[in-house]
């Protein structure tokens, strides 16, 4: 299997259900069909797309639209993008700040917006202002539009045991004998993106790196707040950090609890 023979599958797992449980079983039926040399192929391209994926720029990109990162959720990000197909995950590899155009970060402005009614009632003599909100459903965003997908990552796996008949077997060993080295997870002293490390605390280094991102979250959002510091390392610099946009989480929490 070369790299057409995998987009090809992505994509027709995607064509062939209508949900992401529904999808994760096709995926995995068929590539347990396949001979396990070709399962992994699959692994390798999967690999190859994710450690494409993996820069600085497009971690900045994870953490604007989902409101908070992590090592994991970036993987999960890249997870999901791969997933969207191969038109999508190339134009945004290519320019991180154009996933703006990718209907699925569409409608997820979309549903951020229509999550719930504001209403706003003022007493009669013009004291007292009470500000209603209503949810219009019990998730910000359903699960099947979650921009994070990380059972999608475990499909190959999940055939190669199935097609060896052994629950221990998995491809990354075959995948790594072929020279192929996974980038995620950071997990090992001084992994990190690719790409020149920059200071996410930098308005102006974030504003000229994405700056359709940044207009638009400061136009349909909030206004522009500075972005945080850089992720903290830890005493033993290990990819296991967390950061959080505290204007994004005061958002949903207003919109939990007015």
Same mark, same amino acid.
């Given at each position: 299997?070369?790299?057409?023979?995998?987009?090809?599958?992505?994509?027709?797992?995607?064509?062939?259900?209508?949900?992401?449980?529904?999808?994760?079983?096709?995926?995995?039926?068929?590539?347990?069909?396949?001979?396990?040399?070709?399962?992994?192929?699959?692994?390798?391209?999967?690999?190859?797309?994710?450690?494409?994926?993996?820069?600085?720029?497009?971690?900045?990109?994870?953490?604007?639209?989902?409101?908070?990162?992590?090592?994991?959720?970036?993987?999960?990000?890249?997870?999901?993008?791969?997933?969207?197909?191969?038109?999508?995950? !190339?134009?945004?590899? @290519?320019?991180? =700040?154009?996933?703006? /155009?990718?209907?699925?970060?569409? +409608? #997820?402005?979309? *549903?951020? %917006?229509?999550?719930?009614?504001?209403?706003?009632?003022?007493?009669?003599?013009?004291?007292?202002?009470?500000?209603?909100?209503?949810?219009?459903?019990?998730?910000?965003?359903?699960?099947?539009?979650?921009?994070?997908?990380?059972?999608?990552?475990?499909?190959?796996?999940?055939?190669?045991?199935?097609?060896?008949?052994?629950?221990?077997?998995?491809?990354?060993?075959?995948?790594?004998?072929?020279?192929?080295?996974?980038?995620?997870?950071?997990?090992?002293?001084?992994? !990190?993106?690719?790409? @020149?490390?920059? =200071?996410?605390?930098? /308005?102006?280094?974030?504003?000229? +790196? #994405?700056?359709? *991102?940044? %207009?638009?979250?400061?136009?349909?959002?909030?206004?522009?707040?500075?972005?945080?510091?850089?992720?903290?390392?830890?005493?033993?610099?290990?990819?296991?950090?967390?950061?959080?946009?505290?204007?994004?989480?005061?958002?949903?929490?207003?919109?939990?609890?007015?």
């Amino acid at each position: 299997m070369d790299m057409n023979g995998f987009w090809d599958l992505v994509e027709r797992s995607a064509q062939q259900s209508s949900s992401r449980r529904e999808r994760l079983d096709w995926l995995e039926d068929h590539l347990a069909r396949l001979p396990s040399e070709e399962i992994v192929d699959y692994e390798a391209c999967f690999t190859l797309c994710a450690n494409r994926a993996c820069t600085w720029d497009m971690y900045a990109v994870c953490w604007t639209i989902i409101g908070s990162g992590s090592s994991d959720g970036f993987e999960y990000f890249v997870t999901w993008l791969i997933s969207l197909g191969r038109d999508s995950y !190339e134009k945004v590899t @290519e320019c991180p =700040d154009r996933i703006l /155009e990718l209907p699925q970060v569409q +409608r #997820l402005s979309e *549903l951020s %917006r229509n999550y719930c009614h504001e209403r706003t009632s003022v007493s009669a003599d013009g004291t007292v202002r009470l500000l209603r909100l209503t949810r219009v459903r019990q998730q910000f965003w359903p699960n099947d539009d979650w921009p994070e997908f990380e059972l999608f990552a475990y499909v190959p796996g999940k055939a190669y045991a199935r097609a060896l008949g052994d629950d221990e077997a998995h491809p990354g060993e075959a995948v790594a004998a072929r020279g192929i080295t996974r980038v995620f997870p950071f997990l090992t002293n001084g992994a !990190e993106p690719e790409g @020149e490390a920059w =200071d996410f605390g930098d /308005e102006a280094e974030f504003t000229r +790196r #994405l700056p359709r *991102l940044v %207009r638009h979250y400061a136009a349909t959002d909030h206004p522009w707040t500075p972005w945080p510091s850089q992720p903290f390392w830890g005493d033993e610099r290990t990819r296991a950090w967390s950061f959080h946009d505290r204007t994004a989480r005061e958002r949903r929490m207003r919109h939990f609890y007015g």
